[in-house]
């Protein structure tokens, strides 16, 4: 076999656990409203998430993509350092690139174990610092980027909590805890899905259509603003049709029995929401397994080191395949984590916990703010848990996730200089004559 197709094979094998690693834990984040309010059985989860990934990564991934995810570290300042000889900045860069791979999916799977939600995408930051400091020096890495990335640590599970729960007070004193809930179901259930699909439908085109818009001349900010407005207003009206069948006569019944109705007018749109923050997800973090692989693609192909790569569809195929996989055969284990032992998820709390997650990730993105989707959903449910006082959400279980989200970087970029240099050390001059000859 060709060395150089050799080299890519065994990075794709890196790539696809990467992949699976993603699928096994922060995919799994996705379901953890509809698993934990037992709208969707775990099997259900599995192939609607499943299905929503597959369909964001492959269809509206990112065909293009920074070679160092998120810019953290230049590979221009590795091609000219100095004294390299011809091919040695690209052998390096495939070589961090690999390192920066396994090492971030290692800490992943290290933590899906646990049943820890972590940010595959810290993961992957911290893991390529740790290359670039060794490979090019500490001023390699754009350390005013690490610092937003480490102030989003905060920013998003706080906006992400605050906004669930608002939301959940607002359903529990409007329908919850009115003296007649499916009365007040009818009237203000509307309200709600207006916001839902507004939101969902604003986060879907700007989080998970966004490289395929391009295309769509017409689809400016202000027409998608009206597009979302429109869905959202017809399906609010829609919904009332809807609720009203559905809690028809139900206003005489006790008040457990109203309750018990009400929440099952939720379970649709919990279902729905979560479908959405799947197939966003598909959408944006296919990358973090399949850009390091299509720039070891790129290089041993071209031997060119640029800051960013086209991504082939079979590329993103593979990275699709691997997150459908991980979420299949491990995805309980984080899904049963958020989705039941932070605090106590019903349908109603679900689509409050979604919308404030969608709705936070959606306006730091429009605000360029490195946000994890994963830190803003669990900070949404603990705002849904804190609604209920204090002790709506358990303490040691919130202490555990935000230690691992702390470690996450760091622990990554130890492990990532570990690898690089052991790599360095035994395939550099390998990758040289490769990618030279």
Same mark, same amino acid.
């Given at each position: ?46 192939? +609607? ?6 369909? %964001? #990564? ?12 998120? %810019? ?48 595959? $995408?810290?993961?992957?930051? %911290?893991?390529?610092?740790? &290359? ?11 350390? $005013? ?83 979302? +407005? ?10 009332? &049709? !809807? ?35 799947? &197939? ?48 299949? $055969? !491990? ?20 689509? #409050? ?23 803003? +959903? ?41 690898? &690089? ?17």
């Amino acid at each position: 076999m060709d060395m150089s197709l050799f080299i890519i094979c065994l990075t794709a094998v890196i790539g696809l656990y990467m992949a699976w690693n993603i699928g096994a834990n922060d995919v799994a984040n996705s379901m953890a409203d509809a698993v934990g309010s037992k709208a969707l059985s775990i099997k259900q989860a599995v192939i +609607l998430a499943g299905i929503c990934e597959f369909a %964001g #990564a492959v269809l509206v991934g990112s065909h293009v993509t920074e070679t160092v995810r998120k %810019g953290i570290v230049d590979p221009a300042l590795i091609a000219n350092l100095p004294g390299l000889r011809e091919g040695e900045a690209a052998a390096i860069i495939v070589i961090g690139m690999a390192a920066a791979l396994l090492c971030a999916a290692i800490w992943l799977n290290v933590a899906t174990v646990i049943g820890m939600p972590v940010s595959t $995408t810290h993961s992957i930051v %911290g893991a390529v610092a740790g &290359f670039g400091i060794i490979a090019a020096g500490v001023e390699s890495v754009d350390w $005013t980027k690490m610092g937003q990335i480490v102030a989003s640590w905060f920013i998003s599970p706080i906006i992400g909590g605050v906004c669930a729960f608002l939301i959940f007070k607002f359903i529990s004193r409007r329908i919850l805890g009115r003296s007649s809930p499916a009365r007040a179901a009818i009237i203000y259930t509307p309200a709600i899905v207006f916001v839902l699909v507004f939101v969902v439908a604003m986060a879907t085109i700007y989080k998970g259509l966004k490289h395929v818009i391009g295309n769509i001349l017409w689809l400016t900010d202000d027409m998608t603003l009206v597009v979302a +407005l429109v869905l959202a207003v017809v399906s609010a009206v829609l919904s009332r &049709f !809807y609720v009203k069948a559905k809690l028809q006569g139900k206003q005489n019944l006790s008040i457990s029995q109203q309750l018990e109705a009400v929440e099952s007018v939720f379970v649709p749109l919990v279902i729905v929401s979560s479908c959405s923050v799947a &197939f966003a997800h598909g959408a944006n973090d296919v990358a973090n397994a399949v850009g390091p692989f299509a720039a070891i693609v790129q290089i041993l192909q071209t031997g060119d080191v640029g800051m960013k790569v086209g991504v082939p569809t079979w590329i993103l195929g593979l990275g699709g395949i691997g997150i459908v996989l991980g979420l299949a $055969t !491990y995805g309980h284990k984080v899904m049963t984590t958020v989705g039941t032992k932070i605090t106590e998820i019903t349908p109603s709390r679900g689509v #409050a916990a979604d919308i404030a997650a969608t709705a936070t990730v959606l306006i730091c993105t429009r605000m360029a703010l490195p946000v994890s989707t994963t830190h803003t +959903l669990v900070g949404a449910i603990m705002g849904i848990g804190l609604a209920r006082g204090l002790g709506g959400i358990d303490r040691d279980v919130t202490r555990n996730i935000f230690g691992s989200w702390f470690v996450t970087v760091p622990i990554a970029a130890i492990l990532s200089i570990v690898l &690089f240099i052991i790599g360095r050390a035994l395939f550099l001059d390998l990758l040289i004559n490769v990618i030279v000859g």
